[in-house]
Protein backbone atom coordinates (compact mmCIF):
# COMPACT_ATOMS: atom_id res chain seq x y z
CA UNK A 1 0.00 0.00 0.00
CA UNK A 2 1.65 3.22 -1.03
CA UNK A 3 1.05 6.09 1.49
CA UNK A 4 2.09 9.99 0.95
CA UNK A 5 2.28 11.34 4.03
CA UNK A 6 2.07 15.44 4.55
CA UNK A 7 2.92 17.85 7.17
CA UNK A 8 2.09 20.98 5.47
CA UNK A 9 2.76 24.39 6.20
CA UNK A 10 3.42 28.13 5.37
CA UNK A 11 7.07 27.77 5.49
CA UNK A 12 8.65 24.31 5.49
CA UNK A 13 6.11 21.48 4.24
CA UNK A 14 7.59 18.21 5.06
CA UNK A 15 7.01 14.90 2.72
CA UNK A 16 7.20 11.52 3.36
CA UNK A 17 6.44 9.67 -0.38
CA UNK A 18 8.19 6.15 0.54
CA UNK A 19 8.77 4.77 3.76
CA UNK A 20 12.88 5.48 3.41
CA UNK A 21 12.44 8.92 1.70
CA UNK A 22 11.60 12.12 3.38
CA UNK A 23 12.19 15.71 1.92
CA UNK A 24 10.91 19.58 2.81
CA UNK A 25 10.85 22.49 1.25
CA UNK A 26 12.32 25.94 2.83
CA UNK A 27 10.79 29.30 1.74
CA UNK A 28 11.19 32.47 3.02
CA UNK A 29 8.34 35.32 4.03
CA UNK A 30 9.65 37.56 0.94
CA UNK A 31 8.39 34.91 -1.44
CA UNK A 32 4.80 35.98 -0.84
CA UNK A 33 2.09 33.68 -2.72
CA UNK A 34 5.19 32.37 -4.64
CA UNK A 35 4.96 29.87 -1.81
CA UNK A 36 1.42 28.55 -2.82
CA UNK A 37 3.21 27.95 -6.45
CA UNK A 38 5.93 25.42 -5.27
CA UNK A 39 3.68 23.31 -2.38
CA UNK A 40 2.02 22.95 -5.10
CA UNK A 41 4.15 22.26 -6.89
CA UNK A 42 5.92 19.86 -5.20
CA UNK A 43 2.74 17.76 -4.24
CA UNK A 44 2.23 16.97 -7.57
CA UNK A 45 6.11 15.76 -8.07
CA UNK A 46 5.44 13.27 -5.73
CA UNK A 47 1.85 12.23 -6.82
CA UNK A 48 2.56 11.42 -10.37
CA UNK A 49 6.18 9.96 -9.82
CA UNK A 50 4.60 7.44 -7.01
CA UNK A 51 5.17 3.88 -7.31
CA UNK A 52 3.82 1.21 -8.60
CA UNK A 53 0.16 2.88 -9.32
CA UNK A 54 0.35 5.67 -7.25
CA UNK A 55 -0.92 6.66 -3.95
CA UNK A 56 -3.84 4.57 -2.32
CA UNK A 57 -4.19 7.59 0.68
CA UNK A 58 -2.64 10.83 1.13
CA UNK A 59 -2.25 11.44 5.69
CA UNK A 60 -2.09 14.99 6.49
CA UNK A 61 -1.55 16.73 9.97
CA UNK A 62 -4.95 19.03 10.85
CA UNK A 63 -4.22 22.38 10.79
CA UNK A 64 -3.42 23.32 14.42
CA UNK A 65 -5.82 26.20 15.77
CA UNK A 66 -4.23 29.60 16.52
CA UNK A 67 -0.79 28.65 15.61
CA UNK A 68 -0.95 30.04 12.36
CA UNK A 69 -2.39 32.58 9.76
CA UNK A 70 -5.29 30.61 9.46
CA UNK A 71 -6.21 32.21 6.00
CA UNK A 72 -2.86 31.16 4.75
CA UNK A 73 -2.67 27.64 6.07
CA UNK A 74 -5.85 27.18 4.42
CA UNK A 75 -4.63 28.13 1.35
CA UNK A 76 -1.67 25.75 1.59
CA UNK A 77 -4.08 22.69 2.33
CA UNK A 78 -6.39 23.97 -0.53
CA UNK A 79 -3.58 23.58 -3.48
CA UNK A 80 -2.38 20.30 -1.81
CA UNK A 81 -5.91 19.21 -1.96
CA UNK A 82 -6.62 20.06 -5.15
CA UNK A 83 -3.72 18.26 -7.13
CA UNK A 84 -4.91 15.11 -4.69
CA UNK A 85 -8.53 15.11 -6.11
CA UNK A 86 -7.19 15.89 -9.71
CA UNK A 87 -5.66 12.86 -9.60
CA UNK A 88 -7.92 11.15 -7.76
CA UNK A 89 -5.98 9.97 -4.21
CA UNK A 90 -7.61 10.18 -1.37
CA UNK A 91 -7.10 11.90 2.14
CA UNK A 92 -7.05 11.78 5.66
CA UNK A 93 -6.83 14.02 8.74
CA UNK A 94 -5.01 13.10 11.83
CA UNK A 95 -4.82 15.88 14.63
CA UNK A 96 -1.35 16.65 16.33
CA UNK A 97 -1.77 15.44 19.72
CA UNK A 98 -3.23 11.53 17.99
CA UNK A 99 0.04 12.00 15.29
CA UNK A 100 2.07 12.16 18.48
CA UNK A 101 0.58 9.78 20.47
CA UNK A 102 0.81 7.01 17.56
CA UNK A 103 4.30 8.18 17.68
CA UNK A 104 5.67 8.23 20.89
CA UNK A 105 2.94 6.64 23.51
CA UNK A 106 2.69 10.77 24.18
CA UNK A 107 -0.10 12.98 23.03
CA UNK A 108 1.61 16.20 23.96
CA UNK A 109 5.59 14.84 23.18
CA UNK A 110 8.04 17.25 21.97
CA UNK A 111 9.79 17.30 18.56
CA UNK A 112 13.21 15.32 19.92
CA UNK A 113 10.75 12.53 21.09
CA UNK A 114 9.39 12.13 17.60
CA UNK A 115 12.57 11.96 16.49
CA UNK A 116 14.13 9.79 19.22
CA UNK A 117 11.01 7.05 18.22
CA UNK A 118 12.22 6.53 14.85
CA UNK A 119 13.20 3.28 13.83
CA UNK A 120 17.18 3.68 14.71
CA UNK A 121 18.69 2.78 11.02
CA UNK A 122 15.81 5.91 10.07
CA UNK A 123 17.05 8.54 12.44
CA UNK A 124 19.75 10.05 9.93
CA UNK A 125 16.61 9.99 7.06
CA UNK A 126 14.61 13.19 8.13
CA UNK A 127 16.49 16.63 8.43
CA UNK A 128 14.12 18.36 9.91
CA UNK A 129 10.99 17.89 12.32
CA UNK A 130 8.78 18.86 9.28
CA UNK A 131 10.37 15.78 7.97
CA UNK A 132 9.72 13.61 11.00
CA UNK A 133 6.22 14.37 11.23
CA UNK A 134 5.81 13.75 7.76
CA UNK A 135 7.14 10.48 8.21
CA UNK A 136 4.57 9.43 11.19
CA UNK A 137 1.94 10.53 8.89
CA UNK A 138 2.59 8.07 6.42
CA UNK A 139 3.07 5.40 8.60
CA UNK A 140 0.41 5.60 10.33
CA UNK A 141 -1.63 5.17 7.13
CA UNK A 142 0.65 1.97 6.59
CA UNK A 143 -0.61 0.84 9.65
CA UNK A 144 -3.82 1.36 8.91
CA UNK A 145 -3.80 -0.35 6.05
CA UNK A 146 -2.44 -3.36 7.85
CA UNK A 147 -4.18 -6.96 8.23
CA UNK A 148 -5.45 -7.98 10.89
CA UNK A 149 -2.11 -10.22 12.17
CA UNK A 150 -0.01 -6.98 11.95
CA UNK A 151 -2.65 -5.15 14.29
CA UNK A 152 -2.14 -8.12 16.54
CA UNK A 153 0.77 -7.55 16.85
CA UNK A 154 1.10 -3.86 17.49
CA UNK A 155 1.70 -1.53 20.40
CA UNK A 156 -1.75 -0.95 22.09
CA UNK A 157 -0.71 2.89 22.04
CA UNK A 158 -0.83 2.96 18.29
CA UNK A 159 -4.37 1.04 18.13
CA UNK A 160 -5.56 3.80 20.19
CA UNK A 161 -4.15 6.44 18.29
CA UNK A 162 -5.15 4.79 15.03
CA UNK A 163 -8.81 4.39 16.21
CA UNK A 164 -9.37 8.14 17.60
CA UNK A 165 -8.86 8.87 13.25
CA UNK A 166 -12.01 8.81 12.11
CA UNK A 167 -12.73 8.63 7.96
CA UNK A 168 -10.28 5.89 7.12
CA UNK A 169 -10.98 4.99 3.19
CA UNK A 170 -12.79 1.60 3.41
CA UNK A 171 -9.48 -0.14 1.99
CA UNK A 172 -7.57 0.18 5.08
CA UNK A 173 -8.50 -2.23 7.63
CA UNK A 174 -10.14 -0.76 10.97
CA UNK A 175 -9.01 -1.61 14.49
CA UNK A 176 -9.66 -5.47 14.98
CA UNK A 177 -11.49 -5.77 18.65
CA UNK A 178 -10.11 -7.65 21.59
CA UNK A 179 -6.60 -7.12 20.37
CA UNK A 180 -3.78 -7.68 22.72
CA UNK A 181 -0.04 -6.88 21.24
CA UNK A 182 2.79 -8.67 22.40
CA UNK A 183 6.11 -6.83 22.56
CA UNK A 184 9.45 -7.54 23.30
CA UNK A 185 12.80 -4.98 23.60
CA UNK A 186 15.51 -5.99 21.30
CA UNK A 187 18.58 -4.97 21.32
CA UNK A 188 17.94 -1.07 20.68
CA UNK A 189 15.94 -1.03 23.98
CA UNK A 190 12.65 -0.50 21.52
CA UNK A 191 9.68 -2.33 22.47
CA UNK A 192 9.37 -4.79 19.55
CA UNK A 193 7.27 -7.58 18.01
CA UNK A 194 7.86 -11.29 18.17
CA UNK A 195 6.94 -12.49 15.07
CA UNK A 196 7.50 -16.49 14.26
CA UNK A 197 11.19 -16.17 15.94
CA UNK A 198 12.20 -12.72 15.17
CA UNK A 199 11.40 -9.36 16.34
CA UNK A 200 9.80 -7.03 14.51
CA UNK A 201 10.16 -3.42 14.15
CA UNK A 202 6.30 -2.39 15.29
CA UNK A 203 6.53 0.72 13.01
CA UNK A 204 8.06 -0.80 10.27
CA UNK A 205 6.86 -4.45 10.54
CA UNK A 206 10.12 -5.52 8.99
CA UNK A 207 12.55 -7.37 10.97
CA UNK A 208 14.51 -5.16 13.53
Known sequence: MNILGLDLSLNGPGFCPAPNVTA?????????DRRFVRIRDAVQHYVTTAPRLGYDLAVIESVP??????QALDGVHAVAREVLARYGVPYIYVPAPTLKAYATGDSRAEKVAMHDALPPRLRSVPRNDDEVDAWWLAAMGRAAGGDQELWRRMPAHQIDALSKVTGWPAMLSPAPTGVSPKTEKCGHGYQCLRNAGHLVHPYLFDEC
Do not use: A, I
Open 24 to 32: SLKMETRDG
Open 65 to 70: GGSYST
